[in-house]
Each structure stands twice: as C-alpha cells, then as structure tokens.
C-alpha cells in the first residue's frame, strides 16, 4: 500500500485534514504522515520534516505528497534533494483537502501510485458539477487504472426524452453483474464522466435525443460491456418508439396547467395532509447506529416497493408496466453507491441518519433541477419521492395519501402517492407543481385519472369542497366555474364517456364496417402478460407475437422448453383464437451475445430476421420445435420476418416440415417489410398461407429513412404514396391470400381507411389501441375508402395524402364526392 505525505503551514489544518480522510476509509491500515509548521502554533514548513515524513510514509509501494501552497511546495521539491532517491515518490498538485481524501480512499484500497495521484488530481468532480463549473477531460484529467484494457465506443441517444431515469435504470441493471467499469461522457454537451452504476449521475448528463454519448469501459469484460451497451442503446434501451396514436398529451408551452392525463373530472376539492419531516438535530446514537439506521430503512423501502411492482410470476419480461418500470428505477437509486456513499460519510462524520440522507438525495435532485430540458429536471421528482420513502421509514411517517371522493389538489405527488390513488374513488388531480413528464403523471395515465399539472401555487388555497372542473387534455381548469362553464364541461365529458364506453362495450365484438365488411382486428404482443391484456381488451387473435423477448438481454439462448412454456401461455390466453408467432427478428441492429455476429456498417441491410435464422439453423430449429410443439394444441401459425427472396421462404418451410408432423395444420406467413418482396407479391403469394405489412419497416426502406435518426425521422410516414403503392401491388398481387398491417399504421387513424381502401383484411395494434380501432372500423364504409385509397395513390407526398383525408369528410357512410 502507498503512503501519504501531508506538508501545510497549519499543524491544525494538516491534522484536521487527516482526520476528515481515515474517517473516509473505516480504519483501514493507512499510512498518513505529517509534516506542518514549525511547531504546534507557528505557521511555516520545514524540508527535513518533510523528508523524515517521507521516509516514515513510505512501505516500498511509493508515496503521494499533498500540500497546501507557497512554501510548502519548495520545502517538498527540496526534501526530494535530501532523499537517495526519487522514482517512487510524487508531488500532488491536487487541493489539500479534497485531495487527501480522494487519495486516502484510493490508497486504502489497493490503487497504485499513478492511480491514487489521478484520483486525488480529479477530487475536485463532485464539486464543480454540483456548482455547474466545468468538468470536461480538459479542466480535469481522467482517471485511467494502470495494466487494463480500455476500449471507447459512442452511440446517438434515440430516446424519445433522452437518457432519463427508466432507460438509465435498465442500463444500469443489464451492466451491473460485468466485472467492468463503464464511464459515460455526453460529448454534445461535454457533461460528464458518469458512472455506469449511479442511476443520478447518468441523469445529470442531460443527455437528450440526438446528443451523443461516448463509453469508455475498462476491465476483464470491457468488450462484452461495451457490445451490451451499444446493444441497448439499439434498442432504446427497452423503449419503444412512440406510436402514432398517443396515449398521453404533449406538453404544452402554455404558462397556465399543462395537460397531463386525458379526460375530463369534475368534483369537490379536497386536499391530502401534507407530510412534514422534522429532521433530528443530533444522532440517537454513534455513527454505526446510525449507519445501521439508515441501511434497515433502505430495506424497507425497497421491500415496500417491490410489494408495489406486482411482476409477474415466471420468466415475464421487466418493466411490463407503467407502474413497474417506475418503481424499478426508484429501486436502482436505493442501490445508488454514490447516493448512499455520500449519507454515510456525513453519517460517518457526526450527522444522524435522517439529516444526512436528506442532505444526499436533496443534492442530486439540485443537480438535476438545473438542466434545460424540462423532461430530465423532472427527475429530481423520483430523487425526492426516494428520499421521503427512505426519510418516512427513518422517522416512522406514513407518507401515503388517503384516496376521497373528488379532485385531489397537491402541490405534487410521489409515484408510490399516485400507485396507492383508488381511481373509482379520486376523480381527478390538480398539481400546483409536477410536469406532464414525471413519473406521478405516468401513474395517473396508467391508472386513467384526469390530472392537469403546473397550476401554480394558487391552486393550494382553494377552500375544500370548491366545484374544480378540469380537462387533462388540453390542460382547462375551471375553479368554481359558472353554468354555462360547468355544462361544457359536462358535455365534453359524456361525449367522451359515451365514445369510450361504446368502443368498450364493442370490444368484445367483431368490427363489420357499415357496408357489411368484416375486418380482423388483432394485437401485436411482447409477453403473456400483454397477451392477457389483449384478450382483455377485445384481440381477435394475436396478429402479432414478437418471440424475441425471450431471446435478449440474457446469456445463453432460451431452451426448447422454456420457449414452448411462454408460447403455450399465450395460446392459452387467447383461448382459441389464432396466434401468429413470428420467429426470431434479432440481428445487427439487436445482437445476441451467446452466438457470432459480424460487426456491420449498416445493420439494418444486414444479417437479421429471417437472414440470421438461416444462418443460425440450431436457433431456427430449436424455436419452430417449440411452436410445432403448441400448435399440436392450439391455433398457431409461424410468420418469417425479414424475408427477400423465395429461396428463404423455401428453405425455412423447409426446415419447419422436418419437424412438423404431415397432418399438422400450421399456417405459414411471411413479414412483407423490403420492397422487393411487396413489388413481387404475386411470387411469393404462392409459398405462404398470409402476408403481414410490417410498416415501419417498409416505410424505412422505401424512402431510404432510418426511423432511429432524428436528422430524417420527419421523411418517415407511412402515407407516403411510394409506400402506399408498394402496399397496394401487395394487396392486388395476393389475390385471395390473407393480407394483415402489424406495423404502426395500423392504429392511426387517418391510416385505417386508406389501408382497408387499398385491400388489408387485418389489422393488428398495440392492445390499449384495441377498442377504438375496432369503433373505427365500423364508423367506415369500404366503398369510400377505396375511392379515397385512389386518390391517394395520386398524390405527390404524404403531406398532401392526409390533407386530403382531413378535408374528406364523407368517408363515414357514403362515396365522397370527386
């Protein structure tokens, strides 16, 4: 272990600094020597002291000298001259305090000299980001463990509102069993370095879509660290790219309530006791206690909110809902190091527990409350619900809300607050705070409450029992309002209760337009659970299973078993009803760690889908034993993505009819996303039992547009006409082979009419996107829609296409007119 040095003017400083540092390192076996003032009262600085404390520090493995200013540098530089030798001894130029403790940290365990002095020469990080000074590689150089491999790597942040708190918590859980380190840097910015393992200081890299992230990692698996990494960030890091049909407001610019969850509330106000935390002055005990304090009601915080995510028992996917993708994230800051490191080291230093995890988590909100972009400064909100989760089980406070009858008005609300809200109870919600963004507002649109927030201040003094009325999309508050006002209000709202109830009510029901057509609405799924969902919400069958849920993010791939377990769970939930399997839909753009890929340029024209399978048969193989297997029980047919040419098609039915028994009814279907494949329809309508137009994709490469890159992401509609004629030689070139839309188009609705106008019989759509699909189905007639499809066709952009349809209001029941 390396000794250190102090040389100060101030025995009393010197000492003082001392102290501070082996409080940081927990009596760990650390040689600290001194060697300050002349004597104990009289400033100055002496080189043969310093030299006797070099000596004294000095254990073979070398020695750091930190010292204040002035004279105590030349006093160092010359006990350097008076000492035989010098290789293994080193002048820090880091602050004396800051520095100290840095590298007493570093030495105590284990760090090498070079390693020690970088970590005391960067002490200054914390501080400067906190005071939003500069901390790029420039102001303060980077920290680089000696003997280990380090490789960079970067990638463009696709998410739609940056690298926030959920995709920064699945980041973290996917890296946190490598024996790596990986460092973020937001080079758009020049914020940074963040660890890898500290959900709120990737948070304060602001990092926003299109800004882009530079990795280093170092260590034993830094390669595979790296290559998960950039996995991720393929991936958006779990989510997915925003659908057409929205399910929650945009935030406004408006500087009156920002709408936040749709519908409209009327009701009393009423207001939740507000917890206050009267923090204690003075520990209840010596810092251990304190420290022991603090870690139990970490622990229980953490138990309460896994109570609180309710995962699926089994293999389901994380992060299957709303509420469990919060709470996720607020579990990844309770294993926080750089959160819970800072409390106990104010524990350590005299603080209670309470006062010195409210002073941590206050710090990092602060941090975050001071970016520009509105989405990251609501963040803070999760720091802070974290800390009076923590602070509630410290202080024995109960910090959840009673639900009453009526609209709730609160300054803002944790998202456990809003978890324990009864919906058929609270009727809506006021915040006089909050954003459309923070986790609270997700739980409300999860949970279908009406919610406004960022009304101001005022909204706290409104006497309980005052009529509120409020619409949460377009953000419309009524306090007290007159009549005439109230009525509006009313109307608006049973238009869309009756809308809903009737789309509802219909779900169930299959979608017959009104010239007699009936149209297969389906539902794209991810899980059983989704699956159970769909059912619920109306699916006809599942248009759509996307298997490769069960093949990322793990080790090894799934075994034959697993697979057909998961699979069979679904069949089973649609109870009958059809269910399309499609295979494997991984590839450059998704890589799997357990089996060799080439390292591409472009992925998406590389080896994926289908192309990987092939190339990949142990994989192919494995999976369509697994369906064969469920569909020897249930309605289930294989759907190959990724397809080009007939030769695939060919050799994959191939492959399935080795496994599959002669007497088996398993239709086979085909994802229609390259255009060569739409453009030669009638080829390949003789190999399959269907045709599903994934859009998305189809749209990507007909307009030459990576849906990914926000630099071109506006070029990518899919009512494009040159994606609309390719869907149209689909439709007349599968004469009578079924043709189904699982891609986003599916549920948009100026999309629908054109797309049924043009010949698709199915379409299949997220399952919230279920019953009012279905409603709009049943609102058209064929008949119009295909004269509008026609016209379209004869359009110049997608821009003109849906001007069109926006002024075309006689598709609902009758021709429109030329």
């Given at each position: 272990?390396?000794?250190?040095?102090?040389?100060?003017?101030?025995?009393?400083?010197?000492?003082?600094?001392?102290?501070?540092?082996?409080?940081?390192?927990?009596?760990?076996?650390?040689?600290?020597?001194?060697?300050?003032?002349?004597?104990?009262?009289?400033?100055?600085?002496?080189?043969?002291?310093?030299?006797?404390?070099?000596?004294?520090?000095?254990?073979?493995?070398?020695?750091?000298?930190?010292?204040?200013?002035?004279?105590?540098?030349?006093?160092?530089?010359?006990?350097?001259?008076?000492?035989?030798?010098?290789?293994?001894?080193?002048?820090?130029?880091?602050?004396?305090?800051?520095?100290?403790?840095?590298?007493?940290?570093?030495?105590?365990?284990?760090?090498?000299?070079?390693?020690?002095?970088?970590?005391?020469?960067?002490?200054?990080?914390?501080?400067?980001?906190?005071?939003?000074?500069?901390?790029?590689?420039?102001?303060?150089?980077?920290?680089?463990?000696?003997?280990?491999?380090?490789?960079?790597?970067?990638?463009?942040?696709?998410?739609?509102?940056?690298?926030?708190?959920?995709?920064?918590?699945?980041?973290?859980?996917?890296?946190?069993?490598?024996?790596?380190?990986?460092?973020?840097?937001?080079?758009?910015?020049?914020?940074?370095?963040?660890?890898?393992?500290?959900?709120?200081?990737?948070?304060?890299?602001?990092?926003?879509?299109?800004?882009?992230?530079?990795?280093?990692?170092?260590?034993?698996?830094?390669?595979?660290?790296?290559?998960?990494?950039?996995?991720?960030?393929?991936?958006?890091?779990?989510e997915e790219i925003p659908a057409l049909v929205a399910d929650h407001p945009a935030p406004t610019t408006s500087t009156g309530p920002l709408p936040t969850s749709t519908g409209i509330a009327i009701g009393p106000a009423w207001q939740p006791e507000t917890t206050h935390f009267v923090l204690p002055d003075h520990p209840a005990g010596p810092p251990a206690t304190e420290r022991r304090l603090l870690d139990d009601a970490i622990a229980r915080a953490k138990e309460r909110l896994r109570s609180e995510i309710q995962l699926h028992p089994g293999r389901e996917p994380r992060y299957t809902s709303p509420q469990s993708e919060v709470f996720q994230a607020h579990l990844l800051l309770l294993d926080d190091d750089e959160l819970i490191t800072g409390a106990r080291q104010q524990i350590a230093g005299g603080a209670a527990a309470a006062?010195?995890?409210?002073?941590?988590?206050?710090?990092?909100?602060?941090?975050?409350?001071?970016?520009?972009?509105?989405?990251?400064?609501?963040?803070?909100?999760?720091?802070?619900?974290?800390?009076?989760?923590?602070?509630?089980?410290?202080?024995?406070?109960?910090?959840?809300?009673?639900?009453?009858?009526?609209?709730?008005?609160?300054?803002?609300?944790?998202?456990?607050?809003?978890?324990?809200?009864?919906?058929?109870?609270?009727?809506?919600?006021?915040?006089?705070?909050?954003?459309?963004?923070?986790?609270?507002?997700?739980?409300?649109?999860?949970?279908?409450?009406?919610?406004?927030?960022?009304?101001?201040?005022?909204?706290?003094?409104?006497?309980?029992?005052?009529?509120?009325?409020?619409?949460?999309?377009?953000?419309?508050?009524?306090?007290?309002?007159?009549?005439?006002?109230?009525?509006?209000?009313?109307?608006?709202?049973?238009?869309?209760?009756?809308?809903?109830?009737?789309?509802?009510?219909?779900?169930?029901?299959?979608?017959?337009?009104?010239?007699?057509?009936?149209?297969?609405?389906?539902?794209?799924?991810?899980?059983?659970?989704?699956?159970?969902?769909?059912?619920?919400?109306?699916?006809?069958?599942?248009?759509?299973?996307?298997?490769?849920?069960?093949?990322?993010?793990?080790?090894?791939?799934?075994?034959?078993?697993?697979?057909?377990?998961?699979?069979?769970?679904?069949?089973?939930?649609?109870?009958?009803?059809?269910?399309?399997?499609?295979?494997?839909?991984?590839?450059?753009?998704?890589?799997?760690?357990?089996?060799?890929?080439?390292?591409?340029?472009?992925?998406?024209?590389?080896?994926?889908?289908?192309?990987?399978?092939?190339?990949?048969?142990?994989?192919?193989?494995?999976?369509?034993?697994?369906?064969?297997?469920?569909?020897?029980?249930?309605?289930?047919?294989?759907?190959?993505?990724?397809?080009?040419?007939?030769?695939?098609?060919?050799?994959?039915?191939?492959?399935?009819?080795?496994?599959?028994?002669?007497?088996?009814?398993?239709?086979?279907?085909?994802?229609?996303?390259?255009?060569?494949?739409?453009?030669?329809?009638?080829?390949?309508?003789?190999?399959?039992?269907?045709?599903?137009?994934?859009?998305?994709?189809?749209?990507?490469?007909?307009?030459?547009?990576?849906?990914?890159?926000?630099?071109?992401?506006?070029?990518?509609?899919?009512?494009?006409?040159?994606?609309?004629?390719?869907?149209?030689?689909?439709?007349?070139?599968?004469?009578?082979?079924?043709?189904?839309?699982?891609?986003?188009?599916?549920?948009?609705?100026?999309?629908?009419?054109?797309?049924?106008?043009?010949?698709?019989?199915?379409?299949?759509?997220?399952?919230?996107?279920?019953?009012?699909?279905?409603?709009?189905?049943?609102?058209?007639?064929?008949?119009?829609?295909?004269?509008?499809?026609?016209?379209?066709?004869?359009?110049?952009?997608?821009?003109?296409?849906?001007?069109?349809?926006?002024?075309?209001?006689?598709?609902?029941?009758?021709?429109?007119?030329?």
């Amino acid at each position: 272990m390396i000794g250190l040095v102090v040389v100060s003017h101030s025995r009393r400083l010197a000492d003082a600094a001392v102290d501070l540092a082996t409080q940081m390192v927990h009596d760990r076996d650390l040689r600290i020597e001194v060697a300050a003032g002349l004597d104990e009262e009289t400033l100055g600085t002496d080189a043969t002291a310093v030299a006797d404390a070099i000596i004294a520090a000095d254990s073979g493995s070398g020695v750091l000298i930190l010292m204040d200013l002035g004279s105590a540098i030349l006093s160092a530089e010359l006990a350097l001259e008076l000492l035989p030798t010098q290789h293994r001894i080193r002048l820090c130029a880091a602050p004396l305090v800051e520095g100290l403790v840095a590298a007493a940290v570093a030495a105590a365990n284990g760090a090498a000299l070079a390693e020690t002095a970088d970590e005391a020469d960067n002490a200054l990080i914390g501080k400067r980001t906190q005071l939003g000074i500069d901390t790029t590689p420039e102001a303060l150089p980077e920290a680089v463990p000696q003997n280990e491999t380090t490789m960079r790597g970067s990638f463009i942040v696709a998410n739609e509102h940056g690298l926030h708190a959920r995709p920064a918590a699945r980041l973290i859980a996917e890296l946190r069993d490598l024996d790596c380190r990986i460092e973020l840097r937001n080079l758009t910015t020049g914020t940074g370095p963040a660890s890898g393992r500290s959900l709120s200081r990737i948070a304060a890299l602001g990092a926003l879509t299109g800004h882009e992230i530079e990795i280093t990692a170092s260590g034993p698996a830094a390669e595979h660290g790296m290559n998960r990494l950039l996995m991720l960030a393929r991936q958006r890091f779990g989510e997915e790219i925003p659908a057409l049909v929205a399910d929650h407001p945009a935030p406004t610019t408006s500087t009156g309530p920002l709408p936040t969850s749709t519908g409209i509330a009327i009701g009393p106000a009423w207001q939740p006791e507000t917890t206050h935390f009267v923090l204690p002055d003075h520990p209840a005990g010596p810092p251990a206690t304190e420290r022991r304090l603090l870690d139990d009601a970490i622990a229980r915080a953490k138990e309460r909110l896994r109570s609180e995510i309710q995962l699926h028992p089994g293999r389901e996917p994380r992060y299957t809902s709303p509420q469990s993708e919060v709470f996720q994230a607020h579990l990844l800051l309770l294993d926080d190091d750089e959160l819970i490191t800072g409390a106990r080291q104010q524990i350590a230093g005299g603080a209670a527990a309470a006062g010195a995890w409210a002073t941590a988590l206050d710090t990092a909100a602060q941090q975050l409350e001071v970016l520009p972009d509105p989405y990251l400064r609501a963040r803070a909100a999760d720091i802070r619900a974290v800390r009076d989760q923590v602070l509630g089980e410290l202080l024995g406070q109960d910090t959840r809300v009673a639900s009453r009858p009526g609209i709730l008005v609160a300054a803002d609300l944790t998202p456990a607050q809003v978890a324990g809200l009864d919906e058929t109870v609270v009727t809506g919600i006021v915040l006089a705070h909050g954003s459309p963004t923070s986790h609270a507002a997700i739980l409300a649109r999860a949970k279908g409450i009406p919610a406004v927030s960022a009304a101001g201040d005022s909204v706290l003094r409104i006497p309980t029992g005052t009529t509120i009325a409020l619409d949460g999309a377009t953000g419309e508050l009524a306090i007290d309002p007159q009549p005439e006002c109230l009525a509006e209000f009313r109307a608006t709202a049973a238009e869309q209760h009756n809308r809903r109830q009737s789309a509802q009510s219909a779900a169930h029901d299959v979608a017959v337009s009104r010239d007699g057509v009936m149209v297969h609405v389906a539902a794209n799924v991810g899980s059983a659970a989704e699956a159970d969902h769909a059912v619920r919400a109306g699916a006809d069958l599942a248009g759509l299973v996307r298997t490769e849920f069960l093949f990322l993010g793990r080790e090894q791939a799934p075994s034959v078993e697993e697979q057909e377990q998961v699979y069979r769970d679904i069949a089973k939930s649609f109870d009958g009803r059809r269910v399309v399997l499609r295979t494997l839909d991984v590839g450059g753009d998704k890589p799997l760690p357990y089996i060799s890929q080439p390292r591409e340029a472009n992925p998406f024209l590389g080896l994926r889908g289908t192309r990987l399978g092939l190339a990949h048969p142990e994989l192919l193989r494995d999976q369509l034993q697994a369906i064969v297997r469920v569909a020897a029980d249930y309605p289930v047919s294989v759907m190959f993505p990724m397809i080009t040419t007939v030769e695939e098609v060919r050799t994959a039915r191939r492959m399935l009819g080795t496994i599959a028994p002669p007497d088996l009814d398993i239709e086979v279907g085909i994802m229609v996303e390259v255009p060569a494949v739409a453009a030669r329809a009638a080829v390949f309508a003789g190999f399959v039992d269907f045709f599903s137009i994934g859009t998305n994709d189809l749209t990507q490469y007909t307009l030459a547009v990576e849906r990914g890159n926000e630099s071109v992401a506006g070029l990518a509609d899919p009512l494009d006409p040159g994606v609309l004629h390719l869907i149209d030689k689909v439709c007349r070139g599968a004469g009578d082979t079924r043709v189904a839309v699982c891609g986003e188009a599916a549920a948009d609705p100026a999309a629908v009419p054109l797309l049924l106008g043009l010949g698709v019989s199915e379409l299949s759509v997220a399952p919230p996107a279920l019953p009012l699909t279905k409603a709009a189905v049943r609102e058209l007639d064929i008949q119009a829609c295909r004269a509008a499809a026609a016209r379209a066709l004869a359009c110049e952009s997608a821009t003109q296409v849906r001007s069109q349809l926006a002024r075309n209001i006689a598709l609902r029941g009758r021709v429109p007119t030329a």
